[in-house]
């Protein structure tokens, strides 16, 4: 009488079968690969270099910000200081 019967635990999960023991470890095993593929794009993603046109753009909106902060006179030395880098540039390419 003191014979074990199987699944003698009820609605327990040792009363499950082998074929759906085996169809529970290959959907965890596909959400744990799936998991890992999703982390390993994602870090990968995390290491790639920004686009060079990010940069420029990242260059051009801080260039913006700083000429606004700018007061008359500190926009009039910047122009002539552009002017004058242009005006040596020309000098130089009409040799």
Do not use: H, Y
């Amino acid at each position: 009488m003191n014979k074990r019967i199987k699944g003698g635990f009820g609605p327990l999960f040792f009363s499950i079968n082998k074929s759906m023991k085996t169809i529970l470890r290959s959907i965890a095993g596909i959400i744990l690969i799936g998991g890992f593929i999703t982390l390993l794009s994602m870090g990968l993603n995390a290491l790639q270099k920004p686009n060079a046109l990010e940069n420029i753009d990242k260059r051009l909106d801080e260039a913006e910000k700083k000429q606004q902060v700018l007061t008359e006179k500190e926009k009039e030395l910047v122009q002539d200081a552009q002017n004058k880098e242009w005006e040596e540039v020309d000098k130089e390419t009409d040799k």
